[in-house]
């Protein structure tokens, strides 16, 4: 089996065990009632409703007793025609009735027994398609994973997929996506994993995103405005960027209620205001930017409890005072860039790391006897006004934040099922190279950290995108 078979196989697993735990509504009524009309090139159109109960009518134009691969065919059929640029003839795979061979199609065992194979993955990444999502994709109520990053469609995205019940990933990243946020992603209940970066979304970021029991949050590099929600913290992500973006106020305190699950979180290039909120419980995170923005204040000396730090970015901002002691004896620091703002001091300990090969880089400041700082004529000129932190109010929170339930053991399930879901591997993919200045809106490279060179398909360490070409 290819290893692209196998991740799909992997992640269709994870999306079925994880639905398991949750109420679903019905199926929408597309899914329900849609039906088809086929002409015989020797007769008379035959009608066939591929979702009515028991066995559906066996067509033999299509030679297929699979009511799913039916739909399947419809579905991508329909999509196809929706296709207006495929340069690289991805599409023109795309003939016949078996759909498992059409490129960028897999398929796999349903949860239900129900058939022999559905079609449990859709992974299009980098084929530079233009077209439209269609309203008939609703029909492949079985899809695990839905991967569409760097191509060329437009529109919004169909409601109709609120019947992907068992959807898992959810990559729309570097298209050309426009309109509010989708609102349709919220209704997916098995989602872990959702990515509409680089796309032209635009508007307020709905607070019922940090609701949702999400895993990977990336909505960077979209026209996203207004505050980012108060209740940031009661979502249990790994990872949350909102790089690039034009958010105003303050970071909402709710974020020290993410301790548990938050490894990292990227504000890079908005328009934040206000004091840096209390982050020391934050003793997962290994990644915080929260540069080229307007926070003022200080560093708050708490951020020294964040033991797993290994990059911060406080760049570009209007922060003042000390770099405090504390910060620069984190032991996994790796990476500090306070640079471009109007700190007056820091301890000695921050001046020795570079021997302990942490990257320092504190130019730009108002340090006196450091190289590279501001005139003392445009540090005197701000910091002899008053500098105060505007208040942000704090929501009403549970005091912890809400875990990512655990799915239930997969008893009774196919064997393709692995348990424990520990030993899955991770199933996202796609890490970028870093960058180490602010890219402008709408056509950078993603801001992280790690940069490993994917293997087409494996499962390298999550939430990372390939870097996307410009659009001209």
């Not at 760049?315 to 004896?329: E, H």
Request: charged residues 15%; negative net charge; aromatic residues 8%.
């Amino acid at each position: 089996m290819r290893t692209a078979e196998v991740l799909v196989v992997l992640i269709f697993a994870l999306s079925v065990l994880s639905s398991l735990a949750t109420e679903t509504s019905p199926p929408s009524e597309l899914l329900s009632s849609r039906k088809v009309s086929l002409e015989d090139e020797k007769g008379p159109a035959l009608h066939v409703n591929f979702f009515k109960e028991g066995r559906p009518n066996f067509n033999p134009l299509i030679g297929i007793f699979n009511p799913s691969l039916q739909a399947a065919y419809i579905a991508l059929q329909a999509w196809k025609k929706r296709i207006t640029s495929d340069p690289n003839k991805i599409t023109s795979t795309w003939v016949g009735h078996d759909v498992c061979k059409y490129k960028g199609v897999f398929c796999a065992p349903p949860p239900d027994a129900s058939c022999d194979r559905v079609v449990a993955g859709i992974d299009l990444n980098h084929a530079n398609l233009g077209g439209i999502l269609p309203e008939d994709l609703g029909l492949l109520k079985y899809l695990a994973l839905f991967h569409i990053n760097t191509n060329r469609f437009t529109g919004t995205i169909p409601l109709s997929i609120v019947g992907w019940e068992l959807l898992y990933e959810l990559d729309l990243s570097n298209n050309l996506f426009s309109g509010p946020f989708p609102q349709v992603t919220l209704a997916l209940p098995s989602l872990a994993y959702l990515d509409v970066r680089y796309n032209k979304f635009e508007g307020p970021l709905p607070a019922e995103l940090f609701d949702k029991a999400l895993d990977a949050i990336f909505v960077n590099s979209n026209g996203f405005d207004e505050n980012i929600p108060a209740n940031l913290g009661k979502s249990p992500a790994s990872v949350v960027n909102f790089a690039s973006n034009q958010f105003v106020g303050g970071i909402p305190s709710s974020i020290g209620l993410m301790a548990k699950t938050l490894n990292e979180i990227i504000f890079l290039g908005n328009s934040l205001t206000g004091c840096i909120p209390q982050l020391g419980t934050l003793v997962e995170l290994t990644v915080l930017d929260l540069s080229f923005n307007s926070l003022s204040g200080v560093l708050p000396t708490t951020m020294a409890n964040m033991v797993s730090l290994e990059q911060l970015d406080v760049a570009r901002n209007l922060l003042t005072g000390t770099i405090p002691g504390g910060i620069c004896a984190l032991p996994n620091l790796e990476n500090f860039t306070a640079s471009f703002n109007f700190f007056t001091g820091e301890v000695p300990n921050c001046l020795t790391l570079p021997t302990r090969g942490v990257l320092f880089d504190d130019a730009e400041n108002c340090i006196a006897g450091r190289p590279f700082q501001r005139s003392p004529q445009e540090c005197s000129a701000f910091l002899g006004t008053k500098q105060a932190c505007p208040t942000i109010p704090s929501p009403s929170l549970p005091s912890a934040p809400l875990p990512i339930p655990s799915p239930p053991d997969g008893g009774g399930s196919p064997s393709i099922f692995p348990s424990p879901l520990s030993s899955l591997p991770s199933p996202h993919s796609h890490p970028p190279p870093p960058v180490s200045s602010l890219p402008p809106l709408g056509h950078p490279p993603p801001y992280v950290y790690q940069s490993p060179p994917p293997v087409a398909y494996e499962a390298p360490p999550p939430y990372q995108s390939p870097t996307p070409p410009p659009y001209s």
